[in-house]
């Protein structure tokens, strides 16, 4: 592209004077009157401008843009463009990426690393659902945001540790990985990924956030992290994670004093790693998230945590969210809600027994949503209005693939008024009855929320 061919007419200046706007018959009086057609070829335009033009474009065609000429030559090496880098990478030939050179990667994050914001990489299968699925994904307040989504293949996941090896010189904030199908991380092997980790751990020094699920991750690569995030990581999400055991959780809750976001699962959980996150030392925790899932249904027994060690975790950071998700069979229940639990968020993705939401009533005072996704054919009417009855801080129920009668769901709203924010409840779930029928549900809920509530209606496609 030659610099003079982009040339554009930008305005007409009629010199009569003051400056006038064109009117119909302009054309008309040309010969009365002076024209002068200012030319701005895209040269002249402002960096600022070019630069937005720029982060428009695709990697390569920055390249051929910077080829105009010398003004945008000099923003292709503005350092603003390049802190953000997005790239594909071992793409399938059905793809409708184009795959980027590996050493045009190399190359780029070898120059601009110190500077990167955040870093893009795709790798191939990644559906639009996936990308949907995470919307707030990359924060633009980060010196560096590595989010690496892979599919279920073996060299996506091997190319997303190659990748990481590279960051040597960057200062990460946010790091994430992502597997979009099964959790192909825990096909590549565990020494080359902690090595690939570590590489991480060690150059970041500020590492903030981490997401690291469904990895090789180990107790020896947590203790790296402590040593050189210590006083900087706030957010820690390492859930199926099978080569972590408490005592590398605990590693990080004695010394990552400003942790305040934790993410694991139970069989991690233990009183040792509750009362160290409770110690004078530590910061209010805000969030605890509990995965609570069985590998193999029926011969897991799961401990039991002591209601002191809850009672401690309370104490020193009352305003935290305990939230706890469970995907178990009913038989593995037993060790759950027999004593007071400060749970405030729970989600049943299985079926949960008519017992086990009995107990959820008389020992989570703290509740402030609760999610029923399957329980059976037995309805849930005194469960149900036992959750109102004693769970004073509820806010949000959802319910699908179980049974309440009419009577009872009315009841249930009208004990709990309009703190009820969230009430998200299928069409199907609800039975009527001698008191109320379908059509009459609707208003009778309506007039105890003091607004307008319709069940959730399944569609039929």
């Known amino acids: 592209m030659k610099r003079n061919s982009l040339s554009v007419e930008n305005k007409i200046v009629q010199l009569s004077g003051a400056v006038k706007q064109p009117k119909l018959g302009f054309y008309s009086s040309l010969n009365q009157t002076h024209t002068h057609t200012v030319h701005l070829d895209w040269g002249s335009l402002p960096h600022h401008v070019v630069l937005r033009i720029f982060q428009y474009l695709p990697l ?8 105009v000429c010398r003004r945008w030559n000099e923003v292709f ?6 802190r953000k880098f997005e790239f594909e990478l071992n793409q399938s030939a059905t793809s409708y990426f184009k795959s980027t050179h590996p050493d045009l990667i190399q190359q780029i994050i070898k120059k601009h690393s110190a500077h990167l914001q955040y870093v893009k990489p795709y790798f191939k299968a990644v559906s639009e659902f996936c990308k949907a699925f995470y919307p707030k994904r990359f924060p633009v307040f980060l010196q560096l945001f590595a989010l690496i989504e892979v599919d279920s293949s073996v060299e996506s996941a091997e190319a997303a540790c190659g990748i990481l090896s590279q ?3 960057c200062s990460i904030q946010t790091l994430g990985l992502i597997s979009t199908a099964k959790p192909s991380f825990m096909n590549v092997s565990e020494s080359h990924f902690v090595s690939a980790l570590t590489v991480v751990f060690i150059n970041s020094k500020s590492l903030s956030s981490i997401k690291i699920e469904d990895t090789p991750v180990d107790d020896p690569s947590l203790k790296i992290l402590v040593a050189n995030n210590s006083d900087t990581l706030r957010l820690l999400k390492m859930s199926n994670c099978p080569h972590v055991s408490s ?9 990552c004093q400003g942790l305040r976001e934790l993410v694991l699962n139970y069989y991690i959980l233990t009183d040792e790693l509750l009362l160290a996150l409770s110690s004078e030392t530590h910061v ?12 193999n249904p029926g011969q897991i027994k799961f401990h039991a945590i002591k209601k002191h060690s809850w009672d401690a975790l309370i104490k020193h950071s009352p305003r935290v969210n305990v939230v706890m998700y469970f995907f178990l069979c009913e038989a593995e229940f ?3 809600f027999k004593e007071e639990t400060p749970v405030t968020h729970l989600y049943f993705g299985c079926s949960v027994s008519k017992v086990v939401l009995g107990q959820i ?11 029923v996704c399957a329980n059976g054919l037995q309805p849930l009417d005194n ?17 699908s693939e179980c049974e309440v009668s009419c009577s009872a769901f009315v009841e249930f709203v009208r004990l709990c008024g309009r703190r009820l924010t969230q009430l998200s409840i299928m069409e199907e779930v609800l039975i009527p009855d001698e008191d109320y029928s379908l059509d009459e549900i609707p208003t009778e809920v309506s007039k105890y929320l003091g607004r307008v509530w319709f069940p959730d209606v399944m569609l039929l496609w």
């Open 167 to 169: 960051l040597v010189n």
């Open 77 to 82: 090496h503005i350092l603003d463009l390049w």
């Open 247 to 255: 005592d590398g959780i605990l590693c990080v809750a004695d010394h």
């Open 361 to 371: 009533g008389l020992n989570c005072p703290r509740l402030t949503e609760l999610v």
């Open 60 to 67: 390569l065609d920055w390249a051929r843009a910077s080829s």
């Open 383 to 399: 469960e149900l209005i036992c959750v109102a009855e004693h769970c004073t801080n509820l806010t949000a129920l959802g319910l």
């Open 334 to 336: 037993e060790m759950f």
């Open 284 to 295: 209010n925790l805000e969030h605890l998230r509990i995965e609570v899932v069985s590998e």
